[in-house]
C-alpha cells in the first residue's frame, strides 16, 4: 500500500534560518509528490508537486523540495525562514490504486513554528 | 481566477441529522474531490466526482454520499450525523495532476 510519513509532529526554526521538514514516502511505482500548507481556519494552499525531471523542484512562497529516490524522501526546505511560514505542512502522494486511484494520500502534518 | 469555494463554512448539527455541504470547483475543472479532516485521522479522501459520475471513493460509510451536477458543482451529504463525523470537510477541484483546495466546511455534531 502508498503511503507517506512525516516523522515530525513540529519543528521550531529561528527566523533567518534555514528550514527542513521532513517527509518520506512508500510507493511501489513512480511517486507523484506534493507539499501542501495550511493555516488555522484555512484550506489546504498547494506549494510545490515532483512528477519527473529535476530532483530539485521549487514552488511557492520560496520554498523547495528535494527528491531523494534511493532514500525514498521529499523533504520541504527554505533557505531563510519567516514568522509568517509558521504553519502546518502536508506531505502527499498521488494514489494510484484501488478505490482512490488519482486521490492524495496524505501525512500526518507538520507543525512548522517560526518564532522571532 | 476565483478559487475553490464551500458553503457554508460553518455548520452545528446535532446526531441523527443530516447535512449537505456545497462545494464550487475553480471554473473549468471537472474534478472535485472531498477530503474528511479530523484531529485523530488526519486527512482523508471521501470521493471524486467526474462529470457528474463517482469516479473514486475512499473507506467511508454509506452514510456518506455526494454527487456533481452538470456545471461541476458538488455536494456531498452525510446522513444520521454521529459525534464522530465532526471535522473539517475540504473540497479540491483539478484540471491536471495537482488539487486546489477550498477554505472547508467546519462541522460540528452535538
Known amino acids: 500500500a502508498q503511503s507517506v510519513a512525516q516523522p515530525e509532529d513540529q519543528v521550531n526554526v529561528a527566523e533567518g534560518n534555514p528550514l527542513t521538514v521532513k517527509c518520506t514516502y512508500s510507493v511501489s511505482g513512480n511517486p507523484y509528490l506534493f507539499w501542501y500548507v495550511q493555516y488555522p481556519n484555512r484550506g489546504l494552499q498547494f506549494l510545490l508537486k515532483?512528477?519527473?525531471?529535476?530532483?530539485l523542484v521549487k514552488g511557492s512562497y520560496g520554498f523547495e523540495a528535494e527528491f531523494n529516490k534511493s532514500q525514498t524522501s521529499f523533504h520541504l526546505k527554505k533557505p531563510s525562514a519567516l514568522v509568517s511560514d509558521s504553519a502546518l505542512y502536508f506531505c502527499a502522494v498521488r494514489d494510484d490504486y484501488g478505490g482512490s486511484q488519482g486521490n492524495l494520500i496524505f501525512g500526518k502534518g507538520t507543525k512548522l513554528s517560526v518564532k522571532p | 481566477k476565483a478559487g475553490v469555494t464551500q458553503t457554508p463554512r460553518y455548520l452545528i448539527k446535532t446526531r441523527g441529522q443530516q447535512v449537505t455541504l456545497s462545494c464550487s470547483p475553480i471554473?473549468?475543472?471537472?474534478?472535485v474531490s472531498w477530503y474528511q479532516q479530523t484531529p485523530g485521522q488526519g486527512l482523508q479522501f471521501l470521493f471524486e466526482y467526474f462529470s457528474e459520475t463517482q469516479r473514486n471513493k475512499g473507506n467511508f460509510p454509506g452514510r456518506f454520499s455526494g454527487r456533481q451536477f452538470s456545471n461541476s458543482r458538488s455536494e456531498m451529504n452525510v446522513s444520521t450525523l454521529e459525534l464522530g463525523d465532526s471535522a473539517l470537510y475540504l473540497c479540491?477541484?483539478?484540471?491536471?495532476?495537482?488539487?486546489?483546495f477550498g477554505p472547508g466546511t467546519r462541522l460540528t455534531v452535538l
Open positions: 515532483y512528477i519527473t525531471g529535476d530532483n
Open positions: 479540491a477541484s483539478s484540471l491536471g495532476v495537482e488539487q486546489f
Open positions: 471554473s473549468g475543472h471537472r474534478s
